[in-house]
């Protein structure tokens, strides 16, 4: 997300208004995002950045306009730019890995299943928005040329092509789970730490200019404090390592919940040095509702979340 988003530290009750107002839009946008990125957490942390942004520019919104439009242009666009900018990371972390080969010409490498959904992160951007808006959410041609940029002519022709792609495309096995030891060393360690209420352990971890973002409620510099909250939760809680459609992260189980099940899934982004992100995603459930599989270790839940 942009420095902007993580300088925003604890938000305002204007903000949590907006994100109220607009709260019965978010499954939707969230969906979208995550099938424009290949990745349910991704596309929360887009869809998030998108509805910052369209706060920030409310007075923009002309009167004649609606809402919902408007907000899922904005959505599109970050969705877009996500998708250019990790082609590019990606692009340099192969030629640095194998300069001497040529970067294949796939870019995308998640899993993909049966359904239509899933099928479109194969596709290029533009004609994946258009079947995800056309096949998916029901949207007319007028209505996606507006949203993606185009005319009703160029979205039937993407339309044409990605049909066709998607006819062509032949089956793929799931991929295997694909993940630098490092990090499910650190998982390990963070959880070992968290379960024992180490807080200072824990602390010793992160950078001194670690960010962390918890969804609805801060963005910013990593909080001292942010450990203490956990203790302060009524119900018994646990923090377990896992895998979220594969990709590891790590999920509290009650806490804010009587039962012991997922309450909050937190993912980690570290170096070298140690933890430079934390991302906290809570009153999600549309995470938990659009994800394929939820594994965790111990093995006190494992299988498909529909």
Same mark, same amino acid.
Request: glycine share 8%; with cysteine.
């Given at each position: 997300m942009g420095e902007e988003f993580y300088d925003r530290g604890r938000f305002d009750l204007r903000y949590k208004a907006f994100l109220e107002m607009v709260s019965a839009d978010r499954a939707r946008l969230h969906r979208y995002c995550a099938r424009m990125t290949g990745s349910v957490l991704d596309g929360e942390d887009v869809m998030q950045e998108a509805l910052f942004e369209a706060y920030r520019k409310l007075d923009h919104l002309q009167s004649e306009q609606s809402l919902g439009p408007w907000l899922h242009r904005l959505v599109h666009n970050r969705c877009i730019d996500f998708i250019r900018s990790r082609t590019v990371r990606r692009a340099k972390e192969a030629a640095a890995a194998e300069p001497d080969v040529a970067p294949a010409t796939a870019? *995308?490498?998640? $899993?993909?299943?049966?359904?239509?959904?899933?099928?479109?992160?194969?596709?290029?951007?533009?004609?994946? !928005?258009?079947?995800?808006?056309? $096949?998916?959410? $029901?949207?007319?041609?007028?209505e996606i040329a507006e949203l993606v940029g185009s005319t009703p002519?160029?979205?039937? !022709?993407?339309?044409?092509?990605?049909?066709?792609?998607?006819?062509?495309?032949?089956?793929?096995?799931?991929?295997?789970?694909?993940?630098?030891?490092?990090?499910?060393?650190?998982?390990?360690?963070y959880v070992d730490r968290f379960n024992r209420q180490d807080w200072d352990g824990l602390r010793n971890l992160i950078h001194d200019? !670690?960010?962390?973002?918890?969804? $609805?409620?801060?963005?910013?510099?990593?909080?001292?404090?942010? *450990?203490?909250? *956990? #203790? #302060?939760?009524p119900f018994q809680r646990d923090l377990v390592s896992g895998f979220l459609d594969n990709e590891p992260v790590l999920v509290l189980l009650g806490g804010v919940v009587r039962e012991m099940v997922p309450s909050a899934v937190i993912r980690l982004e570290a170096d070298v040095s140690g933890i430079a992100l934390i991302r906290h995603y809570s009153n999600c459930p549309w995470i938990f509702a659009l994800a394929d599989s939820l594994e965790l270790k111990p093995a006190l839940i494992t299988g498909r979340l529909h």
């Open positions: 870019i *995308f490498g998640h $899993d993909v299943s049966r359904a239509l959904e899933r099928l479109v992160i194969g596709l290029p951007p533009k004609e994946r !928005a258009c079947v995800l808006l056309k $096949d998916v959410f $029901d949207y007319n041609l007028n002519g160029g979205v039937k !022709a993407a339309l044409h092509r990605g049909r066709e792609k998607l006819t062509a495309m032949p089956p793929k096995p799931a991929n295997e789970i694909k993940t630098e030891r490092g990090l499910l060393d650190l998982h390990a360690l200019d !670690a960010r962390l973002m918890i969804t $609805d409620v801060y963005a910013g510099r990593a909080l001292r404090a942010y *450990f203490v909250r *956990f #203790e #302060e939760m």
